[in-house]
T-cell receptor, first 114, second 115 residues
């Protein structure tokens, strides 16, 4: 089974802090994604990566950056956390071998910024 | 631009009753459609998907969805729900025509199954 793990289930940070959310997948997938999930808005794509060191902005990249130094790991960085970044963050990966891949999701990190 | 609309934010239903969760999409390219389910305190899991061929697709736990091109819909149905089906359900469409694997998700529908 594909496994996508996220470093924390719950995280509480203060405004202005730099925050790192880590995601690791164990199936040698090419593609990795970061979403945020908010009630009534569904999932919105922040960034995705289709190869090591390659990244592309999603629909809401402002205030975020990402890093993919190794194929299995995709990090989301909040350079200076703000209260409006309080949300559930979901990481996903997909094989990248076909035109239509299934995405596999981690359990999520619920981030609260005070 | 592609988009997905889930018409109901919450659907309460009694156990063993039938249910339909509605999803409409807009797309100008080939359509690939998905339903994902999120059980409480978990990530999303693929429930079923339509890529091509038969317009009726089924999942292993009794859900089915029908791709209706003329109505641009992909509604999810189950003839008899269980308490364990309580979850949030997301409809999604493949983004664009390339191989990026990106999806566009709807707003989600919370299915609440009552005893």
């Amino acid at each position: 089974d594909v496994k996508v793990t996220q470093s924390s289930r719950y995280l509480v940070k203060r405004t202005g802090e730099k925050v790192f959310l880590e995601c690791v997948q164990d199936m040698d997938h090419e593609n990795m994604f970061w979403y945020r999930q908010d009630p009534g808005l569904g999932l919105r794509l922040i960034y995705f990566s289709y190869d090591v060191k390659m990244k592309e902005k999603g629909d809401i990249p402002e205030g975020y950056s990402v890093s993919r130094e190794k194929k299995e790991r995709f990090s989301l960085i909040l350079e200076s956390a703000s209260t409006n970044q309080t949300s559930m963050y979901l990481c996903a990966s997909s094989p990248g071998t076909g035109k239509v891949d299934t995405q596999y999701f981690g359990p999520g990190t619920r981030l609260t910024v005070l | 631009a592609q988009s997905v609309t889930q018409l109901d934010s919450q659907v309460p239903v009694f156990e063993e009753a039938p249910v339909e969760l509605r999803c409409n999409y807009s797309s100008s390219v080939s359509v690939y459609l998905f339903w994902y389910v999120q059980y409480p305190n978990q990530g999303l899991q693929l429930l079923l998907k339509y890529l091509s061929g038969s317009t009726l697709v089924e999942s292993i736990n009794g859900f089915e969805a029908e791709f209706n091109k003329s109505q641009t819909s992909f509604h999810l149905r189950k003839p008899s729900v269980h308490i364990s089906d309580t979850a949030e359900y997301f409809c999604a469409v493949k983004h664009g025509s390339g191989n990026t694997g990106k999806l566009i998700f709807g707003q989600g529908t919370t299915l609440q199954v009552k005893p």
